[in-house]
T-cell receptor
Framework: AQSVTQLDSQVPVFEEAPVELRCNYSSSVSVYLFWYVQYPNQGLQLLLKYLSGSTLVKGINGFEAEFNKSQTSFHLRKPSVHISDTAEYFC????????????????FGQGTILTVHP | GAVVSQHPSRVICKSGTSVKIECRSL??????MFWYRQFPKKSLMLMAT?????????EQGVEKDKFLINHASLTLSTLTVTSAHPEDSSFYIC?????????FGAGTRLSVL
């Protein structure tokens, strides 16, 4: 079984400031890690993913995240945020078997609301 | 690519009626689709895993007879909320697996009066 903890429920920042949204996970098996963004009354859009390879992954809209296995973390970062980045961000994990195939089911964190102020 | 369409986006119904929500993968075939429920200011709760051609696998605590799931083809899964009551009012979101990634629909806001 997996669990995900997003340490901050709300993160307010000013426009053009850097931001980090924190995510820690626990799992007894290998994991795939994801960040999704949700705008009000909409579904989830995939920002980025870590499946294997380089631990620093780049996603859409200038976001990036780093997989840290020893700290079981997958924090999301952006060097300079825009007003349009205001949304709720979800970290998610799925387990993977020894062959590297995902079990499919996602476990989500509680979400972090990012609010960018002018 | 990897677009998932969910319909309707919003539905208002009377207590006791049934509501069907459709989830379609538009440009890929999805052997597995997932249905989630999201409460206000809460995260997504997985309700069930829908596999094409077989019965859905429901998460603990989710009533199978209340939330009927049909995955009749590789591009369509439906969720029917039977005899809906006000406590079923929520935001329902589907997703479809493409490789190791889930792609999400835009969600359906269900309001039961």
């Amino acid at each position: 079984a997996q669990s995900v903890t997003q340490l901050d429920s709300q993160v307010p920042v000013f426009e053009e400031a850097p931001v980090e949204l924190r995510c820690n996970y626990s799992s007894s098996v290998s994991v795939y890690l994801f960040w999704y963004v949700q705008y009000p009354n909409q579904g989830l859009q995939l920002l980025l993913k870590y499946l294997s390879g380089s631990t620093l992954v780049k996603g859409i809209n200038g976001f990036e995240a780093e997989f840290n296995k020893s700290q079981t973390s997958f924090h999301l970062r952006k060097p300079s945020v825009h007003i349009s980045d205001t949304a709720e961000y979800f970290c998610a994990v799925s387990g993977a078997n020894a062959g590297g195939t995902s079990y499919g089911k996602l476990t989500f964190g509680q979400g972090t609301i990012l609010t960018v102020h002018p | 690519g990897a677009v998932v369409s969910q319909h309707p986006s919003r539905v208002i119904c009377k207590s006791g009626t049934s509501v069907k929500i459709e989830c379609r993968s538009l440009d890929f075939q999805a052997t597995t689709m997932f249905w989630y429920r999201q409460f206000p200011k809460k995260s997504l709760m997985l309700m069930a895993t829908s596999n094409e051609g077989s019965k859905a696998t429901y998460e603990q605590g989710v009533e199978k007879d209340k939330f009927l799931i049909n995955h009749a083809s590789l591009t369509l899964s439906t969720l029917t909320v039977t005899s809906a009551h006000p406590e079923d009012s929520s935001f329902y979101i589907c997703s479809a697996s493409y490789g190791d990634i889930q792609y999400f629909g835009a969600g359906t806001r269900l309001s039961v009066l």
